[in-house]
């Protein structure tokens, strides 16, 4: 709040140096010293475009920081419900391992006594759905664990292009039957990359199932590969679905949090891929237009940093 | 950094052991006498069991796995493998993929997919690759624990 205040002075005297230049500079013109008033309207001029550029610094800034703010709060968000995820799995697994006991003796019982038919059926019936809940839950607590584990990367030098092609060939196939076309355009500049290939597969797989399944049917998905102004290699997956809601953009990469219909998806793709590329140093972010599709864009760093493993 | 990687890729080829695991003869034949050609030290199967047990007894690097087999498929295997070799790196083999078979293998912790038919050059470079992977993780485990 200092500080605020101490910048708002500044400028303030910036403009008012400024001001008080100019009407000096009007009264030495009139006062037939043309030559001062002429040197001192230039230090008017220059201070007003000088207090100007610090301001519109000073701004920019201030909007990076906002960014990177909102970034750190996500990483601490999702390191911490990464905790709690992993107390919860566990706690999952224990009764769902019980549960499965049970309904193995359900079975073994059933097989050998007498039960009116329609009886035996509901029965049978009923472990059917109790297996199939418990693999259900089971699905979501390796993924939790998945997501929770401390993985550590292994890294290796990569052609970007190729595990993206890759990946792209692996939906290809399914995508083709939807009608959605996958354009690429791959920049040839990009060396290789020092990363961990299995999970960069992982990252951008999940992003082209999520695009197919955003667009469902007739549409068109556009991979590129770039490098960016600061050196990173970026991959950026563009879709035309359906795109996201201004008020779920935020919380697209939270744990849980998914729009499909129950029982579909997890919610848990996009925080692992969140996850994944923080922990090969890079960053994953979102933009999209409600109603004409989505871009998610992946920078990575392209050589290993100092202190990694 | 790099200069090491290299020099490591080059040294991939010695000592490394393929699996092959195919229920597809043809394809299972050639792929064994392609990378025997180019003096690997290759083993194919024909089932998901015999390569776990196979698994047991010898030492592996690499195993190239079917994702569709009958009887116990990829996926399982994968899932085998992984739990009792951790530090095995499994390659995916698919004909018609399933993405979402795929990504369950990406999570499982295979090392890549390449789709049927694949071309031989681009097999190679990815097993080598993935024996690269097993070496720098056999490293990192070799000096945490000379840490300790």
């Given at each position: 709040m200092v500080r605020f205040v101490r910048l708002r002075l500044g400028a303030f005297l910036g403009y008012s140096a400024a001001a008080l230049s100019t009407l000096l500079a009007v009264g030495l013109w009139f006062s037939g010293s043309p030559a001062f008033a002429v040197g001192i309207f230039l230090v008017g001029c220059t201070s007003y475009y000088g207090t100007r550029r610090l301001m519109v610094d000073v701004d920019r800034a201030n909007a990076q920081k906002f960014l990177l703010d909102q970034q750190l709060i996500q990483s601490q968000k999702l390191a911490a419900i990464g905790e709690l995820s992993a107390g919860i799995a566990h706690e999952i697994n224990n009764p769902l391992a019980i549960i499965g006991q049970e309904v193995e003796w359900m079975r073994h019982i059933l097989q050998n006594t007498r039960h009116a038919e329609d009886q035996l059926e509901d029965m049978r019936d009923s472990c059917r759905e109790i297996t199939r809940q418990v693999e259900r839950c089971r699905d979501i607590t390796h993924r939790l664990l998945d997501f929770a584990r401390k993985k550590e990367p292994l890294m290796q030098a990569v052609n970007i292009n190729r595990l993206v092609e890759d990946m792209a060939r692996l939906v290809e196939k399914e995508a083709v039957h939807k009608r959605i076309r996958i354009l690429r355009d791959y920049s040839e500049?990009?060396?290789?990359v020092h990363t961990d290939p299995p999970m960069v597969r992982q990252v951008v797989l999940n992003l082209l199932i999520n695009a197919m399944y955003a667009i469902g049917e007739d549409g068109c998905i556009a991979i590129t590969t770039r490098t960016s102004e600061n050196g990173a290699a970026e991959v950026v997956v563009r879709d035309t679905g359906c795109g996201i809601a201004q008020e779920d953009q935020g919380r697209i990469?939270?744990?849980?949090?998914?729009?499909?219909?129950?029982?579909?998806?997890?919610?848990?793709g996009l925080s692992i891929c969140h996850g994944i590329v923080s922990k090969l140093g890079g960053s994953i972010s979102v933009e999209s237009e409600p109603g004409k599709g989505a871009v998610f864009t992946i920078r990575l760093p392209i050589r290993r940093f100092a202190g990694e493993g | 950094m790099r200069a090491v990687a290299e020099g490591r890729r080059g040294s991939t080829m010695e000592g490394l052991r393929v699996l092959v695991v195919d229920d597809e003869p043809d394809f299972l034949e050639t792929i064994v006498k392609r990378f025997q050609r180019r003096n690997i030290d290759v083993v194919g199967v024909d089932n998901g069991k015999a390569a776990l047990d196979l698994l047991e007894e010898q030492h592996f690097d690499v195993v190239i796995l079917d994702?569709?087999?009958?009887?116990?498929?990829g996926l399982e295997v994968l899932k085998e493998i992984k739990k009792r070799r951790p530090l095995v790196e499994v390659i995916m083999l698919t004909g018609h993929a399933s993405v979402e078979s795929g990504m369950q293998g990406m999570q499982l912790g295979a090392f890549d997919y390449v789709i049927k038919p694949a071309a031989i050059d681009d097999l190679l470079e990815k097993v080598q690759q993935a024996h690269e992977r097993k070496l720098l993780h056999e490293d990192r485990l070799r000096n945490s624990k000379l840490l300790q």
């Open positions: 500049n990009i060396a290789s990469f939270d744990p849980f949090f998914t729009t499909k219909p129950q029982g579909k998806g997890t919610g848990l | 994702v569709r087999m009958p009887g116990m498929d």
